[in-house]
């Protein structure tokens, strides 16, 4: 059964991802719908924030020859179903108003106002409910969403290039360390992210455009800080940014560092580019995990996340 229900929810997981943009502020969320004999009668994702939940598009899909199977069928769903009442009904209810028989939830939802409640709500009436499938990844997919609600902060993203020999500038001057693709994919991280800062002489010295223009999609917020106008996390929180790129240079960098205030690391390295000097790339700290490192010719990122 733990591998049945691992395959439905990377799908849950796979249609989730779809909400991506549109979803903000609410999380990211897939629901599938499986007869007893495994095939899929219904899926859904949260297409857009104030429109149906996961959920709901699941159980709207059934066809109405399908209707009937309900009663034997398992709902997969990504994250807890809510148990309040927001822009929509809460999910909880529909789904023990459709009579499913069991319920497999990929994560506990942080957020105050659900916080096991669509779970217990489900059991209380009745229906089987399995929770932590493949939870580390459901967890992971909505990572922005639970930061700014736990921390009352946006998930900070610190970001940078380096040559091989560990500079980002060459003897203080701005120098191509990006190829074309790997500033492209900078550009796609631009676009799911909610605002991108940068420290007032990087703006002042290189004016940098911190758009999306090699990609598609919105523009982040533009933030740019210093001594005199520093990051106000709480206006940042008020103004629902979930996320935060931060892209230098080095002082501002250090900055965040220096305060553990980061969730995630995200540096590339021209392995074939070196300078005579320049501004030191900050160090690594000791509290973080690779995640991934990827090499685009002769371009490597690597991402790291924050040890707790």
Known sequence: MMVEDEKYMRRCIQLARNGRQNAKPNPMVGAVIVSADGRIIGEGYHVRCGEGHA???????VSAEDEALLAESTIY????PCSHY????????????????RAVVGCIDEFAEVQGRGVQKLRDAGIEVEVGVLEDECKALNRRFFTFHREKRPYIILKWAQTANGFIDDNGRAVKISSDFTAMLSHKL???EDAILVGRITDEREHPQLNVRHWDGPDPKRLVIDHQHPLNLESLHAHNIQSLIVEGGAETLRSFLVQNLYDEIRVETNTMMTVSGGTRAPQIPKNV??????RYDGNVIVVYKRQD
């Open 55 to 61: 959920e709901v598009n699941a159980f709207a899909s």
């Open 77 to 80: 769903v990504s994250l807890e």
């Open 86 to 101: 927001g822009k929509t009904p809460p999910c909880a209810d529909l789904i023990i108003r459709k009579g499913v028989r």
């Open 190 to 192: 631009r676009a799911e």
């Open 289 to 294: 995990e690779v995640v991934s490192s990827k």
